[in-house]
């Protein structure tokens, strides 16, 4: 048995007259196959059709927004707010077409933005750090040196002719004993 | 031309004075007699002018005998705290910038001409630790007892008018008592030289606000015949210490060639007297000792820097320069500049310890593009690879 084929899609489009739909429907009515694919085609076709029939509202808004920029493209936000509408919403400079493009403007703006909030705080952060790292004691050269305050308080001992003005430190013990021959005068 | 200045109206002057006088006459009986007298006032004057000049220079004869014999009693004191063999005890009491003095107790053998052994018995309340003892081996530049030795002596001479301030008496020795007055007249010391051996017994100083800043004194005194000794007392012997004999100002002031500061004098009429050097572990140390004769400042200078930290000081601002400081008293204090460490051991009145601190080099503060230079170099310096 032979299927409809091509003729099943111009059923389903209504190309087919009078006789070859009769034929076909003849066909249909005793075919599962034909029927099942027949059945496929119109939920395409519906589906397509439901895509044809939103597709003009969407344009039409698309032209709207289209119309509101003016023949200069689209403008930033901020500058068609403020200046770019007039008061009853219609762009000034629709009649006047000299708007240069706007796209490029902002990117370097805010590339140029970018860049010097990046090099402040490369500044910023260095200096801090430099400030941080620059405090403490001068890193001179030589070898660090502690006093021998101990040794320091003898020696000014012997010159003063007094005592050691130090913390004394631990040392030998042992003390020379009195002499046995003392006599006070 | 008014008539005050005119011969007639200078006339008529002269016959008024001549009238007052008449009127005195009347008035006070004996002006007469004073006024036909005044030849024998000028005389009279002459004779007190003469009087007094009698006096004052029997006062300036007497300062300059009074002086000799302080100047002598101190020499005496100092040659016999040499030549003498003692033993005694010596409390030292220092008030530095707090109200409770720091007291310093030793014992102290000396035998003549020779040794002197020092032991510390009892320290103020910030120093702990067992005693020990120094040593003086050098019988050229022998320690003496409560800093009278020749060189101070001498000093005292220069910067200090000497006075014979009578007798006295400490812990029932008897005493002779110097004075050191300072050219305003104000006291500066006092010392009670013993009668019998002429060692120092006790002595105070003064700063110039009549505070005392220093009160020394021997006790307990034991005086042992020169010729029966012959060894050190007790027959110990102590190992010399690190530090060469004392140098003459005149090499220590050579030493500058070599990179050491040294200044012929400080402020307050301190005088470079002595020094020493001395071979550490750590590098040579030279000591420096400035005096007027009565205060001392040890300066001790080492070539390198001070660590970080440094454990046991405390950091403080003298004259507005940063110091490290060992005790309240600030007696000890060190600080390192241009790649030396300097280090000062005084006795001496604070405003002088500040004048001393202030005139020796310090580093300046870097200040804001130096702290950021330096800064930039050590951030430099840490992430460099090939460092």
Redesign the interface.
């Given at each position: 048995m032979s299927h409809l084929g091509n003729r099943l899609s111009a059923l389903v489009d209504g190309e087919l007259d009078g006789a070859e739909r009769d034929r076909a429907h003849a066909h249909l009515a005793g075919c599962e196959q034909c029927r099942a694919e027949a059945a496929e085609l119109r939920a395409l076709k519906q589906k397509l059709r439901a895509l044809t029939t939103r597709a003009p509202a969407e344009a039409a808004m698309t032209s709207r927004l289209i119309a509101m920029t003016g023949p200069g493209g689209p403008q930033p936000p901020r500058r068609r707010l403020l200046h770019g509408i007039s008061g009853n919403g219609v762009p000034r400079s629709a009649g006047r077409g000299s708007l240069r493009p706007a796209m490029p403007r902002p990117r370097r703006a805010r590339r140029r933005r970018a860049l010097m909030i990046g090099a402040v705080s490369l500044v910023v952060g260095?200096?801090t750090?430099?400030?941080?790292?620059?405090?403490?004691?001068?890193?001179?050269?030589?070898?660090?040196?502690?006093?021998?305050?101990?040794?320091?308080?003898?020696?000014?001992?012997?010159?003063?002719?007094?005592?050691?003005?130090?913390?004394?430190?631990?040392?030998?013990?042992?003390?020379?004993?009195?002499?046995a021959?003392?006599?006070?005068? | 031309m008014s008539a005050f200045s005119s011969p007639v109206s200078r006339r008529r002057d002269g016959r008024g004075a001549l009238l007052l006088a008449a009127v005195l006459a009347v008035a006070l009986p004996g002006f007469p007699v004073a006024a036909c007298s005044a030849p024998g006032g000028q005389a009279a004057r002459s004779a007190q002018q003469a009087q007094g000049r009698g006096q004052q220079e029997a006062t300036t004869q007497g300062r300059r005998q009074s002086s000799q014999r302080a100047v002598r009693l101190l020499t005496e004191a100092a040659q016999a705290?040499v030549l003498t063999?003692y033993?005694g005890e010596?409390i030292?009491s220092?008030w530095g910038t707090g109200t409770q003095p720091?007291v310093?107790v030793?014992?102290i053998?000396h035998v003549s001409g020779g040794q002197t052994?020092?032991?510390?018995l009892q320290?103020d309340a910030?120093?702990?630790?067992?005693?020990?003892?120094?040593a003086?081996n050098d019988a050229q530049?022998p320690?003496?007892?409560?800093?009278?030795?020749a060189p101070?002596v001498n000093l005292l001479k220069q910067n200090y008018v000497l006075a014979y301030g009578g007798a006295g008496s400490v812990y029932n020795r008897k005493a002779q008592v110097v004075e050191a007055l300072r050219g305003d007249g104000s006291l500066a010391a006092r010392f009670w030289l013993d009668n019998?051996?002429k060692l120092p017994l006790e002595r105070e100083v003064f700063d110039r606000a009549a505070h005392p800043i220093g009160e020394?004194e021997f006790i307990n005194v034991?005086?042992?015949?020169r010729a029966?000794?012959s060894a050190?007392?007790?027959?110990?012997a102590v190992p010399p210490?690190?530090?060469t004999n004392p140098l003459p100002p005149v090499q220590l002031l050579a030493l500058r060639s070599q990179g050491w500061l040294v200044r012929p004098a400080l402020p307050d009429d301190l005088s470079l007297f002595?020094g020493?050097q001395?071979t550490?572990s750590?590098?040579m140390?030279l000591?420096l000792?400035y005096?007027d004769g009565l205060s001392?400042i040890?300066l001790?200078e080492?070539?390198?820097?001070?660590?970080?930290r440094?454990?046991g000081w405390q950091q403080t601002t003298v004259d507005g320069k940063i110091i490290y400081v060992?005790?309240p008293g600030q007696?000890?204090m060190?600080w390192?500049s241009?790649?030396m460490?300097y280090?000062l051991?005084?006795?001496a009145p604070t405003q002088t310890v500040a004048a001393v601190v202030g005139t020796l080099p310090h580093?300046a503060p870097?200040g804001?593009l130096?702290?950021?230079?330096?800064?930039?170099a050590?951030?430099a310096s840490?992430v460099n690879p090939f460092r």
């Open positions: 260095l200096g750090a430099a400030f941080t790292a620059g405090g403490g004691g001068e890193a001179a050269p030589g070898p660090r040196i502690t006093p021998q305050v101990e040794l320091y308080g003898i020696e000014h001992a012997i010159t003063t002719g007094g005592l050691p003005n130090i913390s004394p430190s631990a040392g030998p013990p042992a003390l020379p004993g009195p002499a021959h003392a006599t006070n005068p | 705290a063999s033993q010596e030292v220092r720091t310093l030793s014992e053998w052994v020092t032991q510390t320290a910030s120093s702990s630790g067992q005693p020990y003892r120094s003086d530049t320690e003496g007892v409560l800093g009278v030795t101070l019998a051996t020394d034991a005086v042992f015949g029966s000794v050190p007392v007790g027959g110990v210490g690190p530090w002595t020493a001395a550490t750590s590098g140390v000591d000792g005096s001392v040890s001790f080492q070539h390198g820097n001070l660590p970080a440094l454990a060992t005790e007696r000890s060190t390192s241009k790649g460490v280090t051991i005084t006795d580093d870097p804001f130096g702290r950021m230079s330096r800064g930039l050590r951030l840490w």
